[in-house]
Nanobody
Framework: QVKLVEAGGGLVQPGGSLRPSCTASKSLVSLRAVGWVRQAPGSQRELVAIMRRGGTTNSADSVKGRFTISRDNAKNTVYLEMNSLITEDTAVYYC?????????????WGQGTQVTVSS
C-alpha cells in the first residue's frame, strides 16, 4: 500500500506559476513510476507528466516546455513545476504511483488538488 498526499494547488492568474507536490509513504525508487494526471470539468482524465524509476520523463504535448516533473528521493516527494499557466490548465490534478507487486501492476492515487487559472 502506498499513500500519496498532495499539496500546493490554488488560484493563479494566466502567465503565473504553481508547484504542487505529492509525498509518498514509501521510497520513490521502489516504485515503477510516478506521475500526474488532470481532469477538467466534463473532460476525461489526461496524463500530464510521468517519471520512471530510472529518471526518464515524458509529458503531454499540451504542457511541453511549460511543465516539468521532478522528484526529491530523500523526501519521497514528486513535484510538478507549472509555468506560463493558461486558463485551459484549470483542472483537478492527481498524482499517482505505479508499483509492481507479485507480478501485478498496481496504481495508487493522491486525493487531488485544484488548480484554477483565472484573471
Amino acid at each position: 500500500q502506498v499513500k500519496l498526499v498532495e499539496a500546493g494547488g490554488g488560484l493563479v492568474q494566466p502567465g503565473g506559476s504553481l508547484r504542487p507536490s505529492c509525498t509518498a509513504s514509501k521510497s520513490l525508487v521502489s516504485l515503477r513510476a510516478v506521475g500526474w494526471v488532470r481532469q477538467a470539468p466534463g473532460s476525461q482524465r489526461e496524463l500530464v507528466a510521468i517519471m520512471r524509476r530510472g529518471g526518464t520523463t515524458n509529458s503531454a504535448d499540451s504542457v511541453k516546455g511549460r511543465f516539468t516533473i521532478s522528484r526529491d528521493n530523500a523526501k519521497n516527494t514528486v513535484y510538478l513545476e507549472m509555468n506560463s499557466l493558461i486558463t485551459e490548465d484549470t483542472a483537478v490534478y492527481y498524482c499517482y504511483a505505479e508499483e509492481i507487486l507479485v507480478g501485478a501492476d498496481i496504481l495508487y492515487w493522491g486525493q487531488g488538488t485544484q488548480v484554477t487559472v483565472s484573471s
